[in-house]
Nanobody, 128 residues
Framework: VQLQASGGGLVQTGDSLRLSCAAS????????MGWFRQAPGKEREFVAA????????SYADSVKGRFTISRDKVKNTVYLQMDSLKPEDTAVYYC??????????????????????WGQGTMVTVSS
């Protein structure tokens, strides 16, 4: 599976952005798609995830109510709509795909090591 993320940029506090992640290759094997982010000097953290077949979503508390993850199974693309952006949202955003067996466990959705493929990252900068 190859993942291509896009849509990052420089915005002001309160603005919106939509990130996209296009998947190619063995997309039929994808069970979960997720977005993670990494700010300078910090560890990579979970942002949101969606199960590929059922569309079940999960969010980090820090983005709940502001970010929305969705997927288009025809286009093999996952989106992250980010509204009411804050300076603390500044980070490189990565999309990821899980292709191994998925049991439905929350840990499998929110843990970076539980994903098998990663996109190249797209930078989001929110100025105050």
């Amino acid at each position: 599976v190859q993942l291509q993320a896009s849509g990052g940029g420089l915005v002001q506090t309160g603005d919106s952005l939509r990130l996209s992640c296009a998947a190619s290759g063995r997309t039929s094997s994808m069970s979960v798609m997720g977005w993670f982010r990494q700010a300078p000097g910090k560890e990579r953290e979970f942002v949101a995830a969606v199960t590929w077949s059922g569309g079940v979503t999960s969010y980090a508390d820090s983005v709940k109510g502001r970010f929305t993850i969705s997927r288009d199974k025809v286009k093999n693309t996952v989106y992250l709509q980010m509204d009411s952006l804050k300076p603390e949202d500044t980070a490189v955003y990565y999309c990821a795909a899980r292709t191994r067996y998925y049991s439905g466990n929350y840990y499998e959705r929110v843990t970076p090591s539980e994903y098998d493929y990663w996109g190249q990252g797209t930078m989001v900068t929110v100025s105050s």
